[in-house]
């Protein structure tokens, strides 16, 4: 089923191939990664290698002769992170391809790890491979099913799911699969059971600034273990860590980073929420919106769009600024519901940042002005209007 579901990010993923002599692909694992590569590699000679497979790790013993021996192939290769030394390999066949005048391999590369940790070990790279983020499905690809990608997250295993049990399961097994297998496996030497509580902290803490001193305290571990254990999921791209807004402004400034649970439907299984009703009731609701609507509008942001909160000490805040490779600054408030409560200094808050777009997101789905060059807008639109005025 999920071959059936057209992935917003496809163009982005053809574009960077079309210059790149490697491009990484980089998300959560079952996130679509393969499915969506293998799909790419329908469409031209490709080779698909899965470095969790004893076999295609074998036929790597010497990756140069077996990169050599396939040089007119699309190579995909899976699970990246779990063979570092590939891609000084991987340089190798890169530049002598290039001093040759000869055709290059491409390949596409699909990792589960963040950037910023793949980069410890591609730095050979540099210059010779694009870096791609995919996140889970988005409001776009589902279409009007917005209450059900919420619920369920944007795994498409679970998104899939029968019913809301069979999806709460199968996330479930994705959280124990990670506490249990992947981080060991990265290296990491950490307690499952105290990650699994520290995961499930900060789904209670969605989106506030944290304590990691008062964490610690409930873990019986120091402030900087907390920081280390924070690192490792937000590396593996379960956790978005959003800094506040730096740009000099003449008020005193939250200085505290906030923290997301990612995905919607770990968030949801993490607390114990079941279904749709139970979300309505829960206090977590807001937040679980606000984290979902950001996941949403970060899918569709143009390369090198950078994105902030704004929050000041006496409480102004703005849930999301976006600053786009152009001049533009966006504001955008994020509030649940049909008839969102706005704050009266909204506006005046976005001029302090100097927004050049003011938007509420809500929980309707049409587009109206509030006055002061404020729109209420739906979720679906404005990610529209991301991909009009910057497309893919």
Same mark, same amino acid.
């Given at each position: 089923?999920?071959?059936?579901?057209?992935?917003?990010?496809?163009?982005?993923?053809?574009?960077?191939?079309?210059?790149?002599?490697?491009?990484?692909?980089?998300?959560?694992?079952?996130?679509?990664?393969?499915?969506?590569?293998? @799909?790419? %590699?329908?469409?031209? =000679?490709?080779?698909? $290698?899965?470095?969790?497979?004893?076999? +295609? /790790? !074998?036929?790597? #013993?010497?990756?140069?002769?077996?990169?050599?021996?396939?040089?007119?192939?699309?190579?995909?290769?899976?699970?990246?992170?779990?063979?570092?030394?590939?891609?000084?390999?991987?340089?190798?066949?890169?530049?002598?391809?290039? @001093?040759? %005048?000869?055709?290059? =391999?491409?390949?596409? $590369?699909?990792?589960?790890?963040?950037? +910023? /940790? !793949?980069?410890? #070990?591609?730095?050979?790279?540099?210059?010779?491979?694009?870096?791609?983020?995919?996140?889970?499905?988005?409001?776009?690809?589902?279409?009007?099913?917005?209450?059900?990608?919420?619920?369920?997250?944007?795994?498409?295993?679970?998104?899939?799911?029968?019913?809301?049990?069979?999806?709460?399961?199968?996330?479930?097994?994705?959280?124990?699969?990670?506490?249990?297998?992947?981080?060991?496996?990265?290296?990491?030497?950490?307690?499952?059971?105290?990650?699994?509580?520290?995961?499930?902290?900060?789904?209670?803490?969605?989106?506030?600034?944290?304590?990691?001193?008062?964490?610690?305290?409930?873990?019986?571990?120091?402030?900087?273990?907390?920081?280390?254990?924070?690192?490792?999921?937000?590396?593996?791209?379960?956790?978005?860590?959003?800094?506040?807004?730096?740009?000099?402004?003449?008020?005193?400034?939250?200085?505290?980073?906030?923290?997301?649970?990612?995905?919607?439907?770990?968030?949801?299984?993490?607390?114990?929420?079941?279904?749709?009703?139970?979300?309505?009731?829960?206090?977590?609701?807001?937040?679980?919106?606000?984290?979902?609507?950001?996941?949403?509008?970060?899918?569709?942001?143009?390369?090198?769009?950078?994105?902030?909160?704004?929050?000041?000490?006496?409480?102004?805040?703005?849930?999301?600024?976006?600053?786009?490779?152009?001049?533009?600054?966006?504001?955008?408030?994020?509030?649940?519901?049909?008839?969102?409560?706005?704050?009266?200094?909204?506006?005046?808050?976005?001029?302090?940042?100097?927004?050049?777009?003011?938007?509420?997101?809500?929980?309707?789905?049409?587009?109206?002005?509030?006055?002061?060059?404020?729109?209420?807008?739906?979720?679906?639109?404005?990610?529209?209007?991301?991909?009009?005025?910057?497309?893919?």
């Amino acid at each position: 089923m999920q071959g059936m579901l057209t992935r917003w990010i496809t163009p982005k993923l053809k574009q960077s191939m079309a210059h790149a002599p490697a491009v990484a692909l980089l998300g959560a694992r079952q996130i679509g990664k393969t499915t969506l590569a293998k @799909q790419i %590699g329908m469409e031209t =000679n490709s080779l698909y $290698l899965d470095l969790e497979s004893p076999e +295609d /790790l !074998l036929k790597l #013993s010497d990756a140069t002769s077996f990169f050599n021996a396939h040089n007119d192939k699309l190579i995909i290769i899976d699970e990246i992170q779990r063979a570092p030394d590939l891609f000084m390999v991987l340089r190798g066949v890169i530049d002598k391809n290039r @001093q040759n %005048g000869q055709k290059y =391999n491409q390949f596409l $590369l699909l990792g589960s790890a963040s950037m +910023d /940790l !793949l980069r410890q #070990s591609s730095e050979s790279l540099a210059g010779r491979i694009s870096y791609l983020d995919m996140g889970g499905l988005n409001v776009l690809e589902t279409g009007e099913d917005t209450k059900n990608l919420w619920l369920k997250g944007g795994f498409p295993e679970s998104y899939l799911a029968e019913n809301d049990a069979i999806a709460m399961n199968w996330l479930e097994d994705l959280i124990r699969t990670y506490l249990e297998r992947d981080v060991p496996q990265m290296g990491f030497n950490v307690s499952a059971p105290r990650l699994r509580r520290l995961w499930t902290m900060l789904a209670h803490l969605q989106g506030e600034p944290i304590n990691c001193s008062k964490l610690g305290g409930n873990l019986e571990v120091d402030a900087k273990t907390i920081s280390n254990y924070i690192d490792i999921l937000e590396n593996l791209l379960l956790v978005r860590r959003i800094e506040p807004w730096h740009v000099n402004v003449k008020k005193r400034l939250v200085k505290s980073p906030r923290y997301y649970v990612r995905d919607s439907g770990i968030l949801h299984r993490l607390l114990g929420i079941s279904n749709y009703d139970v979300l309505l009731s829960n206090p977590i609701l807001g937040k679980s919106w606000e984290g979902f609507v950001i996941e949403n509008i970060c899918s569709v942001l143009p390369r090198h769009a950078e994105i902030y909160f704004y929050r000041t000490a006496a409480g102004a805040e703005i849930d999301l600024v976006i600053k786009m490779p152009s001049s533009e600054t966006w504001a955008v408030e994020i509030k649940y519901g049909v008839a969102p409560k706005i704050n009266k200094h909204f506006s005046q808050t976005c001029n302090d940042i100097g927004a050049t777009k003011k938007y509420v997101v809500y929980g309707g789905n049409d587009e109206f002005p509030i006055g002061n060059d404020v729109n209420i807008i739906s979720l679906s639109k404005i990610m529209e209007k991301l991909c009009i005025v910057l497309p893919l």
